[in-house]
Structure formats: structure tokens, C-alpha cells
């Protein structure tokens, strides 16, 4: 008795532990299929194939009925390999909307596809023997394209199961210690008369005696990287060309097959939500910055404000990382024509804070933002290590933790979470929604009708949005009529078009039917949904 309750007892450390902490890919695939065990009639999951490292890339539906023609919101995390909170948001996500009250209310005419990890070969590297931040998927690649593969990989020279960076004491050195704080190096600027004193490295040798370090370590391809907007051929981690990836291709796939999604939102490092956001045209160089989507980006600054009024740890002096081609989220406006929202969800930010050296440097922000916090064990102090490869020079390893600027702790996940399902919710109602507002006849002599039909979009939102009305792939908004045996239609067509209605806009049309008995209409498009009605004549 007493060695089972020893036993039950390791169990609950085990489980607190994992409580208080981000889920690996086991977890979150058991999360994954609790959903459906819970909730059988409102979701739905499948794998879209198996990563290069034999995982599931899930993807999981909520809704109700025929969902694929409700208007749907897709949702990603796991964007970025070092994110591990877009995972938790993800995954998150669909847990706080399913115990939500009106959670029959809410997914009666609206679905959300919710990938909870599109690269768990990456994020698993937080829960590795050796953790650091890995990007990349677990694709054998030839990083250098020296004709070798994973033949410079890192090294943990201070055994501490963690790589952060490495300093070299040199007068070829390019940094110095910051006068903010001296445990981050900067850039010295010789303009200030400054003089470099170190050379900054990742932590570990250069196996393949190329004069660089650690550059064709284990894996792989960036899924963030890998997109067809913005894509760069011979790109560090883009891979050997566009959507070369298992990830990256079912991703795709599954979004150009789902024709109901009018809005994607990727919990990423990248950011177009905690500021306003413009909507640009393309042309063949990339962004043409010069000709805006102005209609876009309305609706662009309008969710901006949604997401500011809900969302509290986004200030706006957060260092946002510039585009660095083939990301997921402009690859969703550009090429597949939706709205495309990104966020971290969290970043360290200090709302007072004017000092832009600090503002501007991610490592100052964040080790101020830890210090305020009463954050601890953030920080491996730089400690001597002898080096093979600088061998009369001082060698120094240490930094800020792998992750940690990247993902709070865990116990501020649970009101991050919260704050984006309020998010979300603003995000439905705004969406475009099709309603048949009037329906009437008028008797022209007997058994002849003229028959009106009045159609509007209730929503905010488009039902294709400027984007997209250049692509011929997403669907018009389509008005079907369905005569009774004995009607036929003497004016007007069993089927008629609306390429667009705009938020707020109305449609009329007007058929001329001969005969009697019941009329029945439906209205619609993928994006706004579908309305039916019926009149006697």
C-alpha cells in the first residue's frame, strides 16, 4: 500500500509540473483528442499529415451542422518554434470557447478551424535533453551547402542542457557591454567613439572548420519561411522552394480547399495587431507601399481597436520583427486573399518606458521587464569556458535563457486566453453574414408575380474583401431560386450573382413567375453564409 501511494504521489508532481508549464506534443495531442471526446456534436479533428519527424500536424473544427458553409475564422499557432505560448493560445482557444454558455448560440453559423501546432517538430526542442531555440523542422538539410549534412551543430560548453551565446574577448570585436545593463552586448558605435571588445557566437565550435559557427546543426525548415508571398530562393531555413514542406503544403492545402474562411489569425512572432495596420497592394518586387488597399485597411484599423479594448500586454513599445519573406500570415492576405491578423499574444513591454535604447533592444526590455515582475533565474551569467577554437583568447557562455523572451510564465497564460477568446468573439460579429431582409409579391393578373428579394450583409466585413477581388477563386455572393412544379420563371435567372457586398450593403432582385404554390430562395456565399426563404404565390 504504502509504495502505490508513493507511486500516486509521483504522479501528481509529475502532473503539477506539467500544470505549471507549456505542453509538449504528446499533451497537446491528448488535449487535442479530449475535445472530441468531451464535445462529439461541435468538434472535429484530423491530421493533416506527419511532419519529417513523424508528428501530426492537427487541425481541429468547431461548429455545428454543415460547416463548412458557415463563415469561419482559422486560427494557427506554433508559427514560430521558439513560441510556445502560440500553441497554448491555440489549443487554448478552443478549450475557453467550447465551455462557454452560449457556446450552442455562438456556433450555430459560425465554424473555427484552429491548428493547434503547424511545427511541432520545432517546439519540441524546449523539452529536449538540450534546449534551445530551434525554428526549423526535422528535414535532413545542407544548411551551408557545403555537400555535408548536421555536421555543425552545437555544443553545450558550460553543461548547463541550455545554448545562449558565447563571447570572445578580441580586438576584432564588434560589441560591448550596454551601459543599461552589462550583462547584454551591443553593437559599438564608432561615431560615439566606441570600440568593440567582443566578438558575439552561438554557444559552441566550428566542427567543419568553415570560419562559421553552428550553421548546419540538426534540421530543417522554417514553416514561417516557407510560404509563396515574399519567398526568398537560398534563404537560411526557407527550404529548397516555396511550400516545399509536408507543414507548410497541408496548411495550405486545407485553407484554399475551405472557402467559408474570411479571416486567419496566427499567434506568431510577427505582429500587425498591438499597432495599426496598413493593407498594401503587391507588385513584382513584393509590397508596393505606394498603393493601398484603402478599404482593407479600414477594417484593418477598425480590428486593430478591437484588439487594443481586449487584449492589456500588447503596448505598443514592443520591438516588432521586420518581415524577413515567406511568412504565413502575409501569404494569408496576399496570395489567399483573407484578412490576416498576427500577434504574439504577450510580449515584454514597459508602458513608461521612454529610454528607446531599452524600448529598441529586445534583451534590455526584456531583462528590465523581468527585473520589474520580480521575475528570477532568467539569465545564465557569462562564465569562463576554455575554447578549442580561440584558445589565447577569453571565451565566455551565458545569456538570457533559451524561450524566456519569447513566452511568459505559464501562470500568465490562462488570462492571455481569455482575453483573445474576447477578441475572437468581437472578430465574429464583425464578420460577413447574409440575411434575406425582405421577401414580397406583387399580383400582376392571375397567376402571374413579381417577386423581390432583398439581400444584405450584416456584417462589418466584406464578403470578399478587397484582396481578394483579384483572385478568381473565392466565391461570388449567389442568389438560387427553386420554382414549385407548376412555377416558371418569365423574367430573371434560377441563378443570379453579386461579386461583392461590402459591410452594410443591400442587393435587390426582382423575378417575374408564373403558376402557383410555394417559392423557395436561397442566398449566399462560403464567407457569409447561407439564408433561405419561402413565399406562396
Known sequence: MKSFLSFVFVLCLIHNVFAQDYNNYQQISQRVRALKDKYPDKVQFKSL???????????????KGETDKHPAIAIAGGV????????????????????????????????????PNVQPDATEQYFAALRYERTVNAR???????????????????????????????PKGTHIESPKDPRVLVKADPAKGETGKYLVLSEGTDNDRDGLFNEDGEGGVNFN???TFGYKNFQSESGEYAVSEIESRAVADFLYDAFNVHTVLSFSLNNNLSEPAKAYMTSNTGINRNQENTNDSKIYSYVNSLYTQSVTDMAQNTVIPPDEGGEFYTWAYQHYGRYSFATPAWRPSLPDEKDKEITG?????????????????????????KHPDFPDYKVEVGGIKPFMKYNP????????????VKFIG???????????????KEILEKDLFRVTLTVKNEGLMPTIHQIGERSNYLKYVTIQVKPASRQSLLQGNLKETKPVLTG?????FTWLVRGSGKLSIEAGCPTAGFASAEIVL
Open 49 to 63: 499529415g506527419k511532419t519529417a519527424g513523424g508528428k501530426d500536424v492537427w487541425v481541429i473544427t468547431l461548429g
Open 504 to 508: 452594410g450593403e443591400s442587393a435587390e
Open 225 to 227: 519561411r516557407n510560404f
Open 409 to 420: 510564465p505559464y501562470e500568465m497564460v490562462s488570462k492571455l486566453i481569455d482575453e483573445h
Open 140 to 170: 535532413n538539410t545542407d544548411n551551408d551547402r557545403d555537400g555535408s549534412f548536421g555536421e555543425d551543430a552545437y555544443e553545450d560548453l558550460n553543461n548547463d542542457r541550455m545554448i545562449t551565446e558565447m563571447r570572445v574577448e578580441s
Open 426 to 440: 468581437d472578430l465574429t460579429l464583425i464578420s460577413p453574414r447574409i440575411a434575406i431582409t425582405e421577401l414580397k
Open 361 to 385: 533592444n529586445p534583451d534590455l526590455l526584456y531583462l528590465k521587464w523581468a527585473e520589474q515582475k520580480g521575475i528570477g533565474d532568467v539569465f545564465v551569467p557569462w562564465t569562463t569556458v
Open 80 to 115: 514560430d518554434g521558439r513560441h510556445l505560448l502560440g500553441v497554448e493560445m491555440a489549443i487554448g482557444v478552443a478549450e475557453r470557447i467550447l465551455v462557454r454558455p452560449d457556446i450552442d448560440t455562438k456556433l450555430t453559423g459560425n465554424t473555427y478551424y484552429i491548428f
